[in-house]
């Protein structure tokens, strides 16, 4: 707010700048007679001139300042930001944070700026890696989460890092999802996510942030700080008190999700066995494993205790890329979600005439990926890995086979394999080399 003060209202107007460019008050009252003009400076707006009659009472400016300031006020609490400077644990939590497998570090090379979170290492099963903000209060039905974030070192081929961002209401309920996925892509650089919720409920929530990821070093960790949280403020009731995520709450069991390359589109199916106030699927397509977008959404059947069908083809999927991923995300009628299990095709053209397979990536150290003939695709078919002395190393069987499958063989010893694969009495094999 500007300020000028003048005996004679007809004089032209001085203006003096206060110190900030945020609105203060400033009261200047040498007698009732003094003529005063206030400009309110509101940010992005034009400089509003008030005029006061030269005898209206001072009181009356200080009215319209305490008016202005608790307009400020207000606006400016309807964010929520944590920079967790000078943050400890034992602060955090007292301020209702909660914090699992997760610590404050402001030590170089776990440190973004100042003082920051540090997660324990995400593909370590018997730790629990996630947090909560305190509980806050969202007015409105969209609400904008930001945050930095950082790996502690580039992660390798096969490792996987997912940072779960959701909203969590009293009753454990997780009522929405989004998520980050980091591969070998990822720089270990800070990067930031910005990501806004729309279509809630206002209400109270906690912002909850779980850490996932396989494979890789298990070392690498994940690096938080400059949580902000807009058009939400701090809900302050004495208390902590507030359910974590009630797990295993989805609404539908997935029995089953194959894709098959079929000429120049691909073919989806999935299953269910169970579904209660299921509301639809989306499916989910990315071309480097990392991004996924939205492709299509197909309407759930709500409730059901029997087997249910479902199917779609992908009749946009670019050939100008060597492989495509799919996933499902599961909705119910309250908006929680869940992911499935991500499917890959190799989208170039393959020799109908061969019984080949493909094994990639060769060498390998974690995750191989096997891709059978079309004509196997939906079979059922076996998938041997043989040592050089011929025993079976690792085997799995399934009864409606994706174009590529996914065999773990990080616990196998390094040397060279075979891979076999049978289906409707032929063989086709390759030889693998494990790191």
Not at 166 to 180: F, Q
Not at 372 to 395: F, L, M, R
Request: proline residues 4%; charged residues 15%.
């Amino acid at each position: 707010m500007f300020v000028s003060e003048s005996n004679n209202p007809l004089e032209n107007d001085e203006i003096r700048p206060l110190k900030h460019t945020s609105l203060k008050r400033e009261y200047t009252s040498r007698s009732v007679s003094t003529h005063i003009t206030a400009f309110i400076a509101i940010e992005g707006q034009v400089p509003q001139k008030i005029t006061r009659n030269p005898k209206t009472k001072v009181m009356k400016t200080f009215v319209l300042s305490a008016a202005v300031l608790f307009v400020v006020l207000t606006s400016k609490a309807q964010s929520f930001s944590e920079n967790f400077n000078s943050s400890t644990v034992s602060s955090l939590t007292s301020s209702c944070w909660v914090l699992n497998g997760t610590t404050t570090s402001n030590q170089n090379g776990e440190v973004i700026e100042g003082t920051s979170l540090y997660t324990a290492p995400a593909p370590n099963n018997n730790v629990k890696v996630d947090l909560y903000t305190p509980i806050l209060n969202v007015a409105s039905t969209n609400t904008t989460v930001s945050f930095d974030y950082q790996l502690t070192q580039a992660l390798g081929a096969n490792a996987l890092r997912m940072i779960q961002v959701g909203l969590v209401n009293p009753a454990g309920n997780l009522v929405i999802l989004n998520s980050i996925t980091m591969d070998a892509n990822t720089p270990a650089s800070v990067l930031q996510y910005v990501h806004t919720f729309s279509a809630i409920a206002p209400g109270y929530y906690r912002v909850v942030l779980r850490i996932s990821g396989s494979n890789g070093n298990g070392n690498i960790r994940i690096i938080l700080d400059n949580v902000v949280v807009n058009g939400a403020s701090l809900y302050s009731t004495g208390s902590c008190d507030f359910n974590p995520i009630v797990e295993g709450t989805l609404p539908v069991k997935l029995t089953s999700f194959t894709a098959q390359l079929n000429n120049s589109k691909v073919d989806l199916k999935w299953v269910t066995s169970t579904e209660i106030n299921a509301s639809h699927f989306v499916i989910e397509r990315s071309y480097n494993g990392t991004d996924f977008t939205d492709i299509a959404t197909v309407m759930a059947a709500g409730n059901s205790t029997t087997e249910k069908i479902y199917s779609y083809s992908d009749n946009t999927v670019s050939s100008l890329y060597q492989v495509a991923y799919y996933r499902l995300r599961q909705v119910d009628i309250d908006s929680k979600a869940d992911y499935s299990s991500t499917r890959i095709i190799r989208t170039g053209k393959q020799d109908q005439t061969a019984i080949s397979i493909l094994s990639f990536p060769n060498p390998v150290s974690n995750e191989l990926r096997v891709t059978i003939p079309n004509n196997w695709q939906g079979k059922k078919a076996t998938y041997e890995v043989v040592n050089v002395s011929g025993q079976v190393a690792k085997k799995i069987e399934t009864g409606n086979s994706s174009q590529t499958e996914t065999i773990n063989v990080s616990n196998m010893a390094p040397g060279f394999y075979i891979v076999r694969v049978t289906c409707d009495g032929q063989t086709a094999q390759q030889k693998i080399v494990k790191q």
